[in-house]
């Protein structure tokens, strides 16, 4: 299955890359990070060739860790986050990153110490209490999703506020440094922080991969799934705990408050750039592992800037551009599409025009540019934009500067259309009682989709109806 082969892929690549550190490096043997310059440096000069070298490479062992540390994150949760997205669970994410700071707090006060075990566990416990109190209020009939998570994001983060007030007050309070927690801190990355990411990516890679076929099935059709013996309520437990396992590992390196982009924004990019479940999830997954990548080299580069922030800003490129050249969805490709069905539209409005014309002025008559305008109410640099497309095509020819006629195949399209437009007519007026007068504008909104079988349907339906029927409207002109 594709799902553990990319599990074992990102194991080999952490490996590989981890014990890969000098010997001589005494930052690797005491487990303790490097003071190297490429994470923790505070300059704002333009990083050197050398440094860029440095980076780059991998040389230093703390860009190393949180590279490695961050890019599995963002695989991890893009291919958890894909299954939210589609669940239409995205801002769960979010209520249940805020709702680990009070486990954090409480964590601490109990323990009177910073232990990074201790404080996930405590963070994973509040965690799950707020996925399940946002499941207590949606079963409220008065409360909506959007606000029973509003409701628990608040409250649960209001009160981890509290509580880090209370720890401020302690004698240990001034150096507990929970501050990380919410808005990340992962130039303070270690190698069993990247471990611990790498093999929660590894759970939530194998566990998405082994479960698909139901996750797929409840994502799209929870009745349909539950009724072939799909156990709904459980995938959905199963779901939402590793979304709460990405949620806890990612704190340490982007906090609770961004955590939630990595979830989110790189299955809304992949969405844009296919239909299939099996692909969005790779694209996510890899879109998650670009963000954390670029993000955290970005941030070693220029070291005032704050990692986990960085690596949302990546995302929201990612996302941008997504949003703007996918081939399918994006707004430049659907903004083409909408230009070209405008421009096919005004082509094929112009030449039933002109079959409407010749119909009054016999077969090959030379018709004046003016009348033209005048029957379609077109502006003139509309009409010499119709005009030289129709040339173009070959549909049309101009004898004199204002003169047209229609060539032999510009008639037969025009002749095509206008008997399309007219069936269509007809069959409004007689099986949906629409007046004549009314019919024109309806028919005209639709006869540029009637496809071949359409029109057969339409010729089945009215037998009587030979060649172009006559116009409904009587010898008025085109309109």
Same mark, same amino acid.
């Given at each position: 299955?594709?799902?553990?082969?990319?599990?074992?892929?990102?194991?080999?690549?952490?490996?590989?890359?981890?014990?890969?550190?000098?010997?001589?490096?005494?930052?690797?043997?005491?487990g303790?990070?490097?003071?190297?310059?490429?994470?923790?440096?505070?300059?704002?000069?333009?990083?050197?060739?050398?440094? /860029? +070298?440095?980076?780059?490479?991998?040389?230093?062992y703390?860009t190393? &860790? @949180? %590279?490695? $540390?961050?890019? !599995? *994150?963002?695989?991890?949760?893009?291919?958890?986050?894909?299954?939210?997205?589609?669940?239409?669970?995205?801002?769960?994410?979010?209520?249940?990153?805020?709702?680990?700071?009070?486990?954090?707090?409480?964590?601490?006060?109990?323990?009177?110490?910073?232990s990074?075990?201790?404080?996930?566990?405590?963070?994973?416990?509040?965690?799950v209490?707020?996925?399940?109190?946002?499941?207590?209020?949606?079963?409220?009939?008065?409360?909506?999703?959007?606000?029973?998570?509003?409701?628990?994001?608040?409250?649960?983060?209001?009160?981890?506020?509290?509580?880090?007030?209370?720890?401020?007050?302690?004698?240990?309070?001034?150096?507990?440094?929970?501050?990380?927690?919410?808005?990340?801190?992962?130039?303070?990355? /270690? +190698?069993?922080?990247?471990?611990?990411?790498?093999?929660?990516?590894? &759970? @939530? %890679?194998? $566990?998405?991969? !082994? *479960?698909?076929?139901?996750?797929?099935?409840?994502?799209?059709?929870?009745?349909?799934?539950?009724?072939?013996?799909?156990?709904?309520?459980?995938?959905?437990?199963?779901?939402?705990?590793?979304?709460?396992?990405?949620?806890?590992v990612?704190?340490?390196?982007?906090?609770l408050?961004?955590?939630?982009?990595?979830?989110?924004?790189?299955?809304?990019?992949?969405?844009?750039?296919?239909?299939?479940?099996?692909?969005?999830?790779?694209?996510?997954a890899?879109?998650?592992?670009?963000?954390?990548?670029?993000?955290?080299?970005?941030?070693?580069?220029?070291?005032?800037?704050?990692?986990?922030?960085?690596?949302?800003?990546?995302?929201?490129?990612?996302?941008g551009?997504?949003?703007?050249?996918?081939?399918?969805?994006?707004?430049?490709?659907?903004?083409?599409?909408?230009?070209a069905?405008?421009?096919?539209?005004?082509?094929?409005?112009?030449?039933?025009?002109?079959?409407?014309?010749?119909?009054?002025?016999?077969?090959?008559?030379e018709?004046?540019?003016?009348?033209?305008?005048?029957?379609?109410?077109?502006?003139?640099l509309h009409m010499?934009?119709?005009?030289?497309?129709?040339?173009?095509?070959?549909?049309?020819?101009r004898?004199?500067?204002?003169?047209?006629?229609?060539?032999?195949?510009?008639?037969?399209?025009?002749?095509?259309m206008?008997?399309?437009?007219?069936?269509?007519?007809?069959?409004l007026?007689?099986?949906a009682?629409?007046?004549?007068?009314?019919?024109?504008?309806?028919?005209d909104?639709?006869?540029h989709?009637?496809?071949?079988?359409?029109?057969?349907?339409?010729?089945?339906?009215?037998?009587?109806?030979?060649?172009?029927?006559?116009?409904?409207h009587?010898?008025?002109?085109?309109?």
């Amino acid at each position: 299955m594709y799902s553990l082969r990319t599990a074992r892929s990102l194991l080999a690549l952490a490996v590989m890359l981890l014990v890969s550190v000098p010997a001589a490096s005494p930052a690797w043997a005491s487990g303790e990070p490097s003071r190297s310059r490429s994470i923790t440096d505070t300059s704002l000069q333009w990083p050197s060739g050398e440094t /860029l +070298a440095r980076v780059l490479l991998f040389r230093d062992y703390n860009t190393r &860790v @949180v %590279v490695i $540390g961050t890019t !599995l *994150l963002g695989a991890a949760a893009g291919v958890i986050g894909t299954f939210a997205y589609l669940r239409k669970r995205a801002l769960m994410g979010d209520a249940l990153s805020h709702a680990t700071l009070p486990g954090i707090a409480i964590a601490f006060i109990l323990l009177g110490a910073k232990s990074l075990p201790l404080l996930l566990v405590g963070a994973t416990i509040t965690g799950v209490l707020g996925v399940f109190a946002v499941i207590g209020l949606r079963t409220i009939p008065r409360i909506r999703e959007d606000a029973a998570i509003g409701i628990v994001l608040s409250v649960f983060f209001g009160v981890g506020m509290v509580l880090l007030g209370v720890i401020q007050q302690m004698r240990t309070g001034q150096e507990a440094g929970l501050s990380g927690f919410i808005y990340g801190k992962a130039a303070a990355m /270690l +190698a069993a922080d990247a471990w611990l990411i790498g093999v929660a990516a590894i &759970v @939530v %890679v194998a $566990g998405c991969g !082994l *479960l698909f076929k139901e996750f797929r099935a409840v994502c799209f059709d929870p009745q349909f799934a539950s009724s072939i013996g799909v156990r709904v309520h459980l995938v959905d437990f199963i779901m939402m705990a590793l979304v709460v396992l990405t949620t806890v590992v990612g704190l340490q390196a982007v906090g609770l408050i961004l955590i939630v982009a990595l979830l989110i924004i790189p299955a809304a990019a992949a969405r844009f750039w296919t239909d299939d479940l099996r692909m969005m999830t790779i694209l996510s997954a890899v879109f998650g592992a670009l963000s954390g990548y670029f993000g955290s080299t970005f941030s070693a580069l220029l070291p005032r800037l704050p990692t986990g922030a960085v690596i949302v800003l990546c995302a929201g490129g990612v996302f941008g551009m997504s949003m703007l050249l996918a081939p399918k969805r994006g707004l430049l490709a659907a903004s083409y599409r909408h230009w070209a069905l405008r421009r096919n539209t005004a082509y094929q409005h112009l030449l039933r025009a002109l079959a409407e014309l010749e119909e009054q002025f016999g077969e090959g008559a030379e018709i004046p540019s003016a009348r033209l305008a005048g029957a379609r109410r077109w502006s003139p640099l509309h009409m010499r934009s119709c005009l030289a497309a129709a040339r173009r095509r070959g549909a049309i020819e101009r004898r004199e500067q204002d003169v047209i006629t229609l060539t032999p195949s510009g008639r037969a399209q025009a002749r095509r259309m206008l008997r399309n437009h007219r069936l269509w007519e007809l069959y409004l007026i007689r099986h949906a009682d629409i007046a004549p007068s009314h019919v024109d504008r309806d028919a005209d909104d639709v006869e540029h989709v009637l496809s071949e079988g359409i029109v057969r349907e339409l010729e089945d339906e009215l037998t009587d109806i030979t060649g172009v029927p006559p116009s409904p409207h009587g010898s008025r002109s085109a309109s």
